[in-house]
Nanobody, 123 residues
Framework: QVQLVESGGGLLQAGGSLTLSCAASGRTFESYHVAWFRQAPGKEREFVATSNWRGGDPEYADSVKGRFAISRDNAKRMVWLQMNRLKPEDTAVYYC????????????????WGQGTQVTVSA
């Protein structure tokens, strides 16, 4: 199993940048694909970004493509989400999630979740 803890959320103005971190524990972290999801108030949770277990083949939601970047360091058991040119519509609780198997963008394919970190972007 793997345990995930997100950090790095905060309050900032539109146009700013923020990096979220996801710290993983578990001896086989490199076996897991990790993705970022987010859930805005009153909305369903949605896919944001993912990559394979090596950190390659990144995929992004259209709404964040060109602004967000996912990266990971298996030796440090860390995954990051660099968010640039933030918009008010990026306001949400951001979650990292992990799974073994093929890379997926559907939340129902992920078995392990962190507790989430709040990102609030003001206009």
């Amino acid at each position: 199993q793997v345990q995930l803890v997100e950090s790095g959320g905060g309050l900032l103005q539109a146009g700013g940048s923020l990096t979220l971190s996801c710290a993983a524990s578990g001896r086989t972290f490199e076996s897991y694909h990790v993705a970022w999801f987010r859930q805005a108030p009153g909305k369903e949770r949605e896919f944001v970004a993912t990559s394979n277990w090596r950190g390659g083949d990144p995929e992004y939601a259209d709404s964040v493509k060109g602004r967000f970047a996912i990266s990971r360091d298996n030796a440090k058991r860390m995954v990051w989400l660099q968010m640039n040119r933030l918009k008010p519509e990026d306001t949400a609780v951001y979650y990292c999630a992990a799974r073994i198997g093929a890379v997926k963008t559907n939340e129902y394919n992920y078995d392990f979740w962190g507790q989430g970190t709040q990102v609030t972007v003001s206009a």
